[in-house]
């Protein structure tokens, strides 16, 4: 079975650092993925890490250590449009496994 | 425009009524999948095919039926749709590439009353 675990909630405030994290154990392991849904809208990607390390778009960076079944997500410079649910998750061959999401809210 | 589409986007129906939700992407991708969203669960997958007339089952198929005869086109059968199936489903698609970086259409509100 699939178990992938993230934080419920983060609050932050405008102009800070978020660090999301995220544990996984799966039955198998070809990559994690980083999805950000707003309220009301479909997921869009963030990032995708195959192989350890830090991987930097922009603001956002996603880390991954596969020995360790942990990743993390970090949004740097927060603004308020980065308020939304963060998803985690898990390519196991080609089926996807989603953590249930940590919601993010930015305070001005 | 790149895109996937679902129709229809909201849908209230009753107990054993058989329902199809039309899933359709336009960038020619081999993967697509259906998942289901439902509070404090998150995204759930459903069903993916990897290619024409190749499906396989996610973590929660009981109740559902696919059919991939053409790339574009995903359909998500409820033969038989009963309350516990209420949700919000997204489709997606994917390339290859990238490790099947997905593309979500817009959702399909499902209410079986």
């Known amino acids: 079975g699939q178990n992938i675990d993230q934080p419920t909630e983060m609050t932050a405030t405008e102009g800070a650092i978020v660090q999301i994290n995220c544990t996984y154990q799966?039955?198998?392991?070809?990559?994690l993925f980083w999805y950000q849904q707003h309220a009301g809208e479909a997921p869009t990607f963030l990032s995708y890490?195959?192989?350890?390390g830090l991987e930097e778009k922009g603001r956002f960076s996603s880390f991954l250590s596969r020995s360790k079944g942990y990743s993390y997500l970090l949004l740097k410079e927060l603004q308020m449009k980065d308020s939304a649910s963060y998803l985690c998750a898990v390519l196991n061959d080609y089926k996807l496994s989603f953590g249930a999401g940590t919601t993010v809210t930015v305070r001005a | 425009e790149a895109q996937v589409t679902q129709n229809p986007r909201y849908l209230i129906t009753v107990t054993g009524k058989k329902l199809t939700v039309t899933c359709s992407q336009n960038?020619?991708?081999?993967?697509m999948s259906w998942y289901r969203q439902d509070p404090g669960l998150g995204l759930r997958q459903i069903y993916y095919s990897m290619n024409v007339e190749v499906t396989d089952k996610g973590d929660v198929p009981e109740g559902y039926k696919v059919s991939r005869k053409e790339k574009r086109n995903f359909p998500l059968i409820l033969e038989s749709p009963s309350p516990n199936q209420t949700s919000l489903y997204f489709c997606a698609s994917g390339k290859r590439q990238g490790g099947y970086e997905q593309y979500f259409g817009p959702g399909t509100r499902l209410t079986v009353t």
């Open positions: 799966t039955s198998g392991f070809n990559g």
């Open positions: 890490n195959v192989l350890d």
């Open positions: 960038m020619n991708h081999e993967y």
